[in-house]
């Protein structure tokens, strides 16, 4: 982690949680906070059909963010099963997911449709959250920084410095997520290094106002070795964010974990 940015917790609740259960997680998870979301960012991406109920419970006040797991790039139109971004502005978004991988693995996203979902998150003023990474095949036969690097290109290639700063990135080894199986931390730490490393090729000194975060199998009980990395700003979380204790220790270890390096810094 780095003091100059604030650390990022996304739970990803992907195809989990009816409208009831959404607002039965929230109840008992607000219910836990006293402060953490002062020192890091809290946002939650339940399934659609959840956005509007928990826009109602006003997650703001508590200093909570919603966001939505996918978007389309258009504002209307003939694109059955979609939804824009104005659409999840109207219930209460201000983050979306764009490029996980299995919307590439089980839907065909390529990286054209990652970047214009990215740009139409941007133009309406939304925090869009890219996710990147590799294959157990392209991380055995060496080319993970190389495979992660050209999703990168393909998705910022271009942006101006100003909506650069305003991505964030999501580092998930496609074969930790959802398996058990993390990325050791020093793993995650010097590919999280080298995302930074591309980043500025990309965007210059907004590379270092991009925060990045790790996403595969993250839990209670391995993230403070995560945050422990000085690239790694933060967590997307899957199987972890489902029960109200545990998205809370982690968001609890991250914000234990800002306040030591604010006092750190502090102390210099």
Wanted: one cysteine or more.
């Amino acid at each position: 982690m780095n003091a100059a940015r604030k650390p990022l917790l996304a739970a990803n609740w992907k195809m989990n949680k009816t409208p009831e259960e959404a607002l039965a997680f929230w109840r008992e998870f607000s219910g836990r906070l006293s402060g953490e979301s002062e020192r890091v960012e809290v946002v939650i991406c339940p399934p659609y059909t959840a956005l509007p109920a928990l826009d109602g419970a006003n997650l703001r006040a508590r200093g909570v963010y919603l966001g939505a797991q996918n978007v389309h790039w258009e504002p209307r139109g003939a694109f059955t099963g979609e939804v824009s971004p104005g659409m999840l502005r109207a219930v209460g978004c201000s983050h979306v997911i764009v490029g996980h991988s299995e919307r590439r693995a089980y839907f065909g996203e390529s990286d054209e449709a990652v970047q214009r979902k990215l740009q139409a998150a941007l133009d309406e003023g939304m925090t869009p959250i890219l996710c990147v990474g590799e294959t157990l095949e392209q991380r055995t036969a060496g080319r993970a920084e190389e495979v992660v690097a050209a999703q990168l290109t393909a998705a910022l290639e271009g942006l101006d410095t100003g909506r650069a700063a305003r991505v964030v990135v999501a580092y998930e080894p496609v074969w930790a997520i959802g398996t058990g199986r993390s990325a050791e931390a020093r793993d995650a730490g010097e590919m999280a290094a080298a995302v930074r490393r591309r980043l500025r090729d990309l965007a210059g000194p907004a590379a270092e106002e991009i925060r990045i975060l790790y996403g595969g199998s993250v839990a209670p009980d391995n993230f403070v070795q995560f945050l422990a990395e000085a690239e790694v700003d933060g967590g997307l979380v899957g199987t972890a964010s489902l029960r109200p204790e545990s998205f809370f220790a982690l968001v609890a270890a991250a914000a234990k974990a800002a306040a030591a390096q604010a006092g750190k810094g502090e102390a210099q």
